[in-house]
Nanobody, 125 residues
């Protein structure tokens, strides 16, 4: 089992920045990658960003490229999501997720097997 604890959400004005953190505990030796997804009311869960755990290869959704940056601290088993130039449409619950196996797609929610509880990000226009 892997447990995830997210932090850093909140209310920010459009154009502002926030940094989300997600700390993993438990069977962290099995981590293959970590990612962030988001879900706005009435919408499907959307891929935001992900990183491979060993090599640090990063992946981004089209809507956040150039504005969001994912990074990891392997020693702390923590992944970060730096969000800049925030827009009202970035408002959503942001979920951290972990995959403990190789293969599949970093972009697909179904290829992650552990999820955090979610943290609300609200961007006011």
């Amino acid at each position: 089992q892997v447990q995830l604890v997210e932090s850093g959400g909140g209310l920010v004005q459009a154009g502002g920045s926030l940094r989300l953190s997600c700390a993993a505990s438990g069977r962290t030796f099995s981590l293959s990658g970590m990612g962030w997804f988001r879900q706005a009311p009435g919408k499907d869960r959307e891929f935001v960003a992900a990183t491979g755990w060993s090599r640090g290869t990063t992946y981004y959704g089209d809507s956040v490229k150039g504005r969001f940056t994912i990074s990891r601290d392997n020693g702390k088993n923590t992944v970060y999501l730096q969000m800049n130039s925030l827009k009202a449409e970035d408002t959503a619950v942001y979920y951290c997720a972990v995959r403990t196996y190789d293969g599949g797609s970093y972009y697909s929610a179904s290829d992650y097997n552990y999820w955090g509880q979610g943290t609300q990000v609200t961007v006011s226009s």
